[in-house]
């Protein structure tokens, strides 16, 4: 059985920072590729960020890249978004799948969520 376990959401005022982390089981994690998805209040889930299966290559959202950045431990099976210079549009419940650029399993945690707010 395929699960997600995200953490290391809560609220922060803009400008701070937050690593969100993805812990991975039921996969062989080695050899998946895997995202960063978010889904904000009212809106569809966008993709956030991916990374490559040996972490070499990543790819980000516009309005995200040089803010974010994902990266993996394959020893832990976990993977993690470093969230820095955080806005208000920034708040969402944050998910991780694995695919790096479309969600390959149907199930999806509970997600994490981040609230930007002064």
């Known amino acids: 059985q395929v699960q997600f376990v995200e953490s290391g959401g809560g609220l922060v005022q803009p400008g701070g920072s937050l690593r969100l982390s993805c812990a991975v089981s039921g996969i062989d994690f080695t050899i998946a590729t895997m995202s960063w998805y978010r889904q904000a209040a009212g809106k569809g889930r966008e993709l956030v960020a991916g990374i490559s299966a040996d972490g070499a290559s990543t790819n980000y959202l516009g309005s995200v890249k040089g803010r974010f950045t994902i990266s993996r431990d394959n020893n832990k099976n976990t993977i993690f978004l470093q969230m820095n210079t955080l806005k208000p549009e920034d708040t969402a419940r944050y998910y991780c799948?694995?695919?790096?650029?479309?969600?390959?399993?149907?199930?999806w945690g509970q997600g994490t969520q981040v609230t930007v707010s002064s």
């Open positions: 799948n694995s695919g790096r650029y479309t969600p390959v399993r149907p199930d």
